[in-house]
């Protein structure tokens, strides 16, 4: 039996690949994996390298569920994620708890959409399909901070743009699983677009994939 078909999406903070990942995986009936989430929960959470071990994906899934949203999508949780994000063996349970998901996406899935840094390169490296998902960091910006006001008001365009460009570099200049894209992937840039057009775009990628 051939196995299910399986599409990564990379890119940085802000690009819209979270918002067009989910929609992607309701538009083909795909289950969707959300990979920075389980980073933000193990930062969040501060779970220590034993209790990842000893839980599953869907264990961690469930604790991010419960985590208000405001709290596990703020920029504090975000950079707190691309701080641990860097430890090896972080990223070794990640990889794992990952490719677990892909392995079991439940029956009723015809395939899965990931979403994160490193599906790509290392976690999914014969993903069916690969989509580099990109803006402009003003752009990027600009929509975190339209994002986060809604609950802390305080938070200036400035800081989030600041805190955009230094989590880039971290994630992009770190030794294991950098941010990176290469001629595997379909670039995606989505700084003039709307989500209806980025996501139709995006469709039409998955499809051409798919059917090749
Ligand atoms: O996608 P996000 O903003 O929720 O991710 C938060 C941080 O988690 C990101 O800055 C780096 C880390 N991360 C990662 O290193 N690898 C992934 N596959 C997903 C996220």
Known sequence: MTRKPIVAIDGPAGSGKGTIARMLADHFGFAYLDTGALYRIAAHANVNFDEITNLSVHDLLKIAADTPEDVLKS???????????????????????????????????????????????????????????????????????????????????????QSIVARDEQDQSRKIAPLTCDESYVLLDTSADTIDMSLAKAVKIVRVALSE
């Open 75 to 161: 920029d504090i949780v975000g950079c707190k994620a691309s701080d641990i994000a860097k430890l090896p063996h972080i990223r070794e349970v990640m990889t794992q708890l990952q490719r677990e998901f892909v392995a079991n996406p439940g029956n009723e899935f015809g395939g899965s959409i990931l979403d994160g840094r490193d599906i790509g390169t290392v976690v999914i490296p014969n993903a069916d399909c690969k989509i580099f998902i990109t803006a402009d960091p003003e752009v990027r910006a600009k929509r975190r901070w339209n994002f986060l006001k809604i609950t802390n008001p305080l938070l200036t365009y400035e800081t989030i743009y």
